[in-house]
């Protein structure tokens, strides 16, 4: 199945895209596709334990299970005024 990921601020630079869609397993949790991008972009491991989740438009935790077309969006820490 695919899904949407957004990527901000920080993580939109490492691997210089806003924006992928991704093929995942049937039924996988948020983590599940975070771990996956990691694999793919090793320099995101920084992030790991750092990041809010979100799902079509909600925070959501990590364990949270995905389905076809769902929009993941994930988040680092931000600052600035």
Known sequence: MTVKLKLFAALRETI???????????MPRI???WHSLVQSYPDLAQWE???????NLEFVGPDRELEAGD????IPPVSGG
């Open 31 to 33: 983590i599940d596709v």
């Open 49 to 55: 334990g750092k990041l809010r989740f979100a799902c």
């Open 71 to 74: 929009e993941i969006a994930f």
């Open 16 to 26: 210089g895209q806003s924006e992928l869609e991704v093929e995942v397993s049937a």
